[in-house]
């Protein structure tokens, strides 16, 4: 368990300092042509149509978009069943302070609770609940036709 705690560490870690997520702009070889801003464009749109998506399954399953955030990354937490507040607020690209209060409103909903840490007590983990669950599982199956449409997308020529 340990290995698996150091190694999402190193990702949370990698991904805060991750210089493909820079907002300094690589310095290109070359101008770009108006097909790189063609495939950026329609990468876009694509992008925000899936939120859009999502986010109308979300409020059609009575939660908000942040909520089935906080219940996928939870669910999908490496080798484990639960998440640290520090860990979904870098999942969540959000603050401390924020997560919180989004945990407090996901745990007065009954989908997750807070259990003080297994390994550290000072810790606190953040588990789903059978409601959490029965509602993630239900929207993310929702999501699925969309997600092979994307994919499928993604791979004709022109993304490589």
């Known amino acids: ?49 899936f939120l859009r998506f999502s986010e109308s399954l979300c409020k059609q399953n009575g939660t908000t978009p942040l909520q089935y955030q906080l219940l996928l990354q939870v669910k999908g937490a490496l080798e484990r069943e639960w998440i640290t507040i520090g860990e979904l607020a870098e999942q969540l690209q959000a603050k401390h302070h924020g997560v919180v209060a989004l945990v407090d409103r996901c745990a007065r909903a009954g989908l997750v609770e807070r259990r003080p840490g297994s390994a550290d007590r000072r810790k606190v983990e953040i588990h789903l609940l059978p409601k959490g669950e029965r509602l993630l599982e239900r929207i993310a199956r929702l999501h699925q036709s969309e997600l092979r449409l994307l994919k499928e997308e993604f791979e004709l020529p022109g993304w490589e």
């Open 1 to 49: 368990m340990r290995g698996t705690q150091t190694f999402y560490h190193g990702m949370i870690q990698n991904a805060r300092t991750d210089k493909r997520m820079s907002a300094t702009p690589a310095r290109p070889q070359q101008p770009l042509g108006k097909s790189d801003y063609r495939r950026l464009a329609h990468f876009r749109y694509r992008l925000r149509r």
